[in-house]
């Protein structure tokens, strides 16, 4: 029976590197990873799929909680035969990574949260994610990505790279988008989880990210028993396409130090 998820699978399956798991935001899809499937393929297994909802994977509309998200990873790697793995995500991805950590931790070997942040939605996030998704059904996903294209990457960004962001939003469906905001927005608080992480830990973040700014990643790394921390300048919100070789080069050192203690 084939995967839920639309995924790409690219490197050495019999590679001794440990194989990279990449999990993308909200409101992308899995070409999001491209520079990083890019670089890191050539010498070890990566993975990246596209989330319920987004991309070339099927749409659940109504609710989609991050549980079933993790549940659709789970189900792709054991398709997959990946025991044994780094998690990394971005955003909404870093969130799904936390709830992958609560549900199958013994099977990752590291983890890496970019852009991201662990704490449950307040009241007001809550009815802001609902709206949003409410808006989404009724207009479209163009007039949000028009919107938020600035805050997503820095204004000063390459126009490659933005017009990429925005090709990506836009084509998201809207009934991905909302189920997914829908189950944000009832996520459960991460912060007591990651005192409890006992893998290495990477986190990353834009030094210009407003959305998830540089004081939550420090926050993180904080609680986090094994971290490192890295800010990414001349970045904001998507510092793996707006900066990509010093993205790389920081995840590059992480899983070189995961591979030697394989």
């Known amino acids: 029976m084939p995967p839920f998820l639309a995924y790409t699978d690219k490197g050495p399956e019999n590679s001794p590197g440990v194989p990279l798991v990449l999990v993308h935001g909200h409101p992308f899809d899995r070409t999001m990873w491209d520079p990083q499937l890019a670089e890191f393929s050539a010498g070890r297994r990566v993975i ?5 909802g987004y991309g ?3 749409v659940t509309p109504g609710t989609v ?3 079933r998200h993790a549940e659709d990873i789970a189900e792709l790697l054991d398709h997959l035969a990946v025991d044994s793995f780094v998690l990394a995500g971005l955003s909404m991805g870093g969130q799904i990574v936390m709830e992958c950590h609560d549900r199958f931790g013994d099977r990752i070997r590291g983890l890496v949260l970019a852009d991201t942040f662990p ?3 307040t009241p007001e996030g809550k009815r802001g994610r609902n709206a949003m998704a409410d808006r989404l059904l009724a207009e479209g996903m163009r007039g949000y990505a028009d919107e938020v294209l600035e805050k997503m990457v820095a204004p000063y960004a390459d126009a490659g790279v933005k017009a990429h962001v925005h090709r990506m939003m836009t084509a998201t469906p ?3 988008a909302a189920a997914a905001l829908r189950g944000r927005a ?4 991460y912060r007591a989880l990651l005192t409890r992480v006992t ?5 990353l973040v834009g030094a210009d990210d407003t959305y998830t700014p540089v004081a939550d990643a420090e926050e993180m790394h904080a609680a986090l028993p094994d971290s490192v921390l890295h800010v990414v300048e001349g970045a904001a919100h998507l510092p793996n396409l707006e900066r990509p070789e010093e993205f790389n080069r920081h995840l590059a050192a992480f899983l070189t130090r995961l591979d030697e203690t394989a």
């Open 186 to 189: 009832e996520r459960p608080d």
């Open 199 to 203: 893998v290495p830990a990477l986190v």
């Open 56 to 58: 070339a994977s099927p």
């Open 174 to 176: 809207p009934e991905g």
């Open 48 to 52: 990246a799929p596209d989330l319920r």
């Open 65 to 67: 909680p991050l549980s």
């Open 119 to 121: 704490a449950a939605e």
